[in-house]
Nanobody, 123 residues
Framework: QLQLVESGGGLVQPGGSLRLSCAAS????????IGWFRQAPGKERERVSC????????HYADSVKGRFTISKDNARNTVFLQMNSLKPEDTAVYYC????????????????WGQGTQVTVSS
């Protein structure tokens, strides 16, 4: 069964850090780009970051540049999103998704999705 499982979300104070994990099972991430998306209540799902299958192409939304770092561990078949200097506006459900080969900004182009993990930034 093809599956993505996110973990690492939680409640953190402004300025704090979290590291999200996206573990794949049933397929290898060697052939897939992984995108991290987030969706806040009442808002559309937006792409936060993406790493291509080769890890040579990495993208960040302007709102997270310099604060978030995406990385890929092929041996563990896992992608990470290190989130530093968190702000209240980062509060959302975070999803990882897989797309064959290259990154895309379009939600509908990703074939596999995780169930999401809640990130809440609040004092």
């Amino acid at each position: 069964q093809l599956q993505l499982v996110e973990s690492g979300g939680g409640l953190v104070q402004p300025g704090g850090s979290l590291r999200l994990s996206c573990a794949a099972s049933g397929f290898t991430l060697d052939y897939y780009a992984i995108g991290w998306f987030r969706q806040a209540p009442g808002k559309e799902r937006e792409r936060v970051s993406c790493i291509s299958r080769s890890a040579l192409n990495i993208h960040y939304a302007d709102s997270v540049k310099g604060r978030f770092t995406i990385s890929k561990d092929n041996a563990r078949n896992t992608v990470f999103l290190q989130m530093n200097s968190l702000k209240p506006e980062d509060t959302a459900v975070y999803y990882c998704a897989a797309k064959y080969s290259t990154c895309s900004a379009y939600v509908h182009e990703y074939q596999y999705w995780g169930q999401g993990t809640q990130v809440t930034v609040s004092s």
